[in-house]
């Protein structure tokens, strides 16, 4: 049996072409074009690749960026200095700053300083607070709420796969702020029965073993073989290793291919859904803005009314 490869670049591709039909209906119907504000602090040539990509994402699309470049040595209250004059900037729906951050700043204080309606990576304490304590996965939907990008592409391919997840058993190996933790909340909200395991998990093999949905973020290639997969399971890699022989996952695809029902590669996969789901993320950020204008506008409207009574009333 081979796996069903599951095409992250051609969901991605769907996942755009969607948004920018979504964001061309905003600016039509309300004028507002999404804006995204990348912070990239340093000169971690990954870094401005990353930053680069994500900024054509936003041209392909027709948004609004604006990419601050700020040197090695800056202060962490410059960058929050910057992130708090994004928050205040009409143009700007999401922010963005690009990890990793030099040493001597503290990542989750800079985090801290984002609006938590502008935090298009869901990494606020906020966001992950609301997506954490959802019931499910019809309230994350119904509520609009802000979904880490990877994490929320990994969903959309389970989904667009017919990928059964309710009740399902999904080990996630891995369990980093980033990773590990967002996935099994979604997956929870799902209503997976879901496992993490790490780097002191006893019989990891064995518990790998056991999984329906198996998803592996953890940053070691080729660490998974076909020995970890249950015959037929969904196999969701998220590890990307600059190895000899290239880029690589988490998991030994040539030989999980062959056990799995379904697998992601690399490159190809999961990591093809992360800026898609940015500049989701980014539109949905924006839809609120238009929303927060709207009530504005018929708060405003309303005060007109209640000032204008008297007025009527005299005449
Ligand atoms: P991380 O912060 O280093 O976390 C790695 C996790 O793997 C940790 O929880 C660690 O366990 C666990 N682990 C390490 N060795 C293990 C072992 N031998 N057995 C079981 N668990 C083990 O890394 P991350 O940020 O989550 O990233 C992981 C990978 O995903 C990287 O390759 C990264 O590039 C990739 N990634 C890709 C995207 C994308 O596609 N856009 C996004 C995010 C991450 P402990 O907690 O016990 O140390």
């Known amino acids: 049996m081979s ?5 992250g670049k051609s969901v991605s591709q769907e996942i755009r072409s969607e948004v920018k039909e979504l964001a061309g209906k905003l600016k039509q119907g309300s004028g507002i074009t999404p804006g995204l504000a990348f912070i990239l602090v340093g000169n971690n ?20 960026s604006v990419t601050e470049k ?30 990793p951050l030099p040493k001597h700043m503290n990542e ?19 966001n992950i607070g609301l997506y954490s304590e959802a019931k499910s996965w019809k309230e994350i939907m119904d509520k609009r709420l802000l979904l880490p990008c990877t994490p929320y ?17 999904a080990v996630v190996v891995g369990r980093s702020n ?13 209503n997976a029965t879901v496992t993490i395991a790490h780097s002191r998990t006893q019989d990891l093999k064995e518990v790998c073993r056991e999984a329906d949905i198996l998803v592996a973020v953890i940053g070691k290639a080729n660490f ?7 015959p037929g399971a969904a196999v969701l890699d998220v590890g990307i290793n600059r190895t000899d022989a290239g880029l690589v996952g988490d998991v030994y695809f040539e030989a999980a291919k062959e056990v799995a029902g379904w697998i992601t590669p690399v490159p190809g996969g999961v990591g093809a859904m992360t800026i898609s789901m940015l500049m989701m993320n980014t539109y949905m950020a924006a839809t609120r803005n ?16 209640q000032n204008s009574e008297p007025h009527t009333r005299k005449g």
């Open 290 to 305: 238009a929303e927060t204008a709207n009530s504005k506008h018929e708060i405003l409207n309303s005060k007109q009314i």
């Open 45 to 64: 040539p990954a870094s401005e690749v990353y930053v680069k990509n994500k900024a054509k994402a936003c041209e392909s699309l027709g948004f609004y």
């Open 153 to 169: 592409g990994m969903m959309i391919l389970l989904d667009k796969y017919g990928i059964d997840v309710e009740g399902k058993k």
């Open 70 to 99: 700020m040197p090695e040595n800056a202060s962490q209250d410059e960058v929050i200095d910057k992130i708090e004059e994004f928050n205040g900037d009409e143009r700007v729906h999401g922010i963005l700053v690009q990890m």
């Open 3 to 7: 796996a069903t490869i599951i095409d």
């Open 178 to 190: 980033l990773g590990g933790k967002p996935t099994a909340a979604l997956l929870l909200s799902k």
């Open 108 to 126: 989750y204080e800079v985090i801290e300083a984002i609006d938590p309606s502008k935090d298009v990576d869901s990494l606020h304490p906020f």
């Open 224 to 230: 998974i073989g076909k020995d970890f997969i249950k």
